[in-house]
């Protein structure tokens, strides 16, 4: 089976083409800029008004570019689910600025660029200078995707669909969804009208990473242990018992130092971390099924993994296919294939 993965973040888009007939050190592996910051720069230079169609994918540098291009006096009009990028409550969007049209309009009197957080034309072409088809019978998709309701703030609602979902201790891929998932997920929701027809596997980035770290050889072989996905703008922490997931938290990278993450981590082992006191201390939150007896080892994945260095923790940095930037493509290849049984 030949299967595309690709792990969308802020920086970086990471991609595999996997095919099970290969050792998986020799799939075809690109890490490319992230559309968010390819589109923000598309952005930054015009010098006019702008027309943004397409559909809603990572805000972050594009919601910045955005902002910079109505300061500077120019219309900005999107459509319904582009303008979701910015935010998923529209009158927001609307607020700071921005016309809202229907999806489906066109504005031909302005320069149009098309939002979304993948492209397989562009990655067709790339890949046809080094002779490689792009051909695959499953794809997966990883996106960092909050869900939105109205009625609650979005770490809230976070923690309440994970407490929802994880009533017993999951294995990681049992956090993906295939060729649907719920409509409170936008950002996913995108991605599978992007790629309607192939019936896509979509997952959270932060889950896909986790499931990756599990994918490395020296991880599989342990029974406890906590692994954390550091990622530029959040770091979301698991604690492990036999490959499946029994507790996580999940905080701002930014808001993190290291006595304040041995401090959670030694909780969330124990079971004794609590939602509030990391949603207090302006993380997203926590949720723990049950604790887990100890802990051999601290696996770590993400940009900014660098912090562990400065803790108490015996370190692993996780490289599944012999790669730290395959973490999160590993992940989606496994929940992929975990479906077929």
């Known amino acids: 089976m030949k299967i595309l993965a690709i792990d969308v973040g802020t920086g970086t888009q990471d991609i595999m083409l996997y095919d099970s007939e290969e050792p998986i050190e020799n799939a075809v592996k690109l890490v490319l800029p992230s559309p968010t910051r ?6 930054g230079n015009h010098h006019h008004d702008i027309f943004l169609s397409g559909e809603t994918m990572g805000g972050g540098p594009v919601t910045r570019a955005i902002k910079r291009h109505l300061d500077k006096g120019y219309r900005v009009v999107m459509t319904k689910s582009s303008a979701r990028t910015v935010r998923d409550d529209l009158n927001e969007v609307r607020s700071a600025g921005i016309e809202i049209v229907d999806d489906g309009e066109e504005h031909p009197e302005i320069a149009e660029i098309k939002l979304g957080d993948i492209d397989l034309d562009i990655l067709k ?11 695959f019978d499953q794809v997966g998709v990883a996106v960092q995707d909050h869900g939105f309701l109205k009625e609650m703030g979005d770490r809230d609602f976070r923690f309440h669909k994970i407490r929802e979902k994880m009533n017993a201790p999951l294995l990681p891929e049992e956090f993906a969804f295939h060729a649907e998932a719920p409509d409170y997920f936008t950002r996913m929701q995108g991605v599978l009208r992007t790629l309607k027809g192939y019936k896509p596997t979509v997952m959270d980035s932060k889950f896909a990473a986790l499931c ?10 342990l029974e406890n242990f906590v692994a954390l996905d550091i990622g530029n703008g959040h770091t979301l922490a698991a604690s492990f018992k036999d490959g499946k997931i029994c507790g996580v938290f999940e905080h701002h990278t930014r808001m993190l130092t290291p006595s304040k993450i041995e401090s959670f981590i030694s909780r969330l082992v124990s079971g004794e971390i609590t939602h509030e006191e990391v949603h207090e201390d302006g993380g997203h939150g926590a949720w723990v099924v049950e604790p887990i007896e100890g802990c051999e080892i601290v696996v770590a994945t993400g940009p900014r993994r660098k912090i562990m260095d400065r803790t108490v923790y015996s370190v692993y940095n996780a490289a599944p296919a012999g790669d730290v930037m395959m973490v999160g493509p590993a992940g989606l290849i496994r929940a992929i294939m975990s479906k077929r049984g």
């Open 212 to 221: 990756g770290c599990t994918c490395d050889p020296f991880v599989e072989a």
């Open 38 to 43: 390819i589109i923000a720069n598309k952005i």
């Open 125 to 135: 072409g790339a890949l046809q200078y080094f002779d490689v088809p792009l051909e």
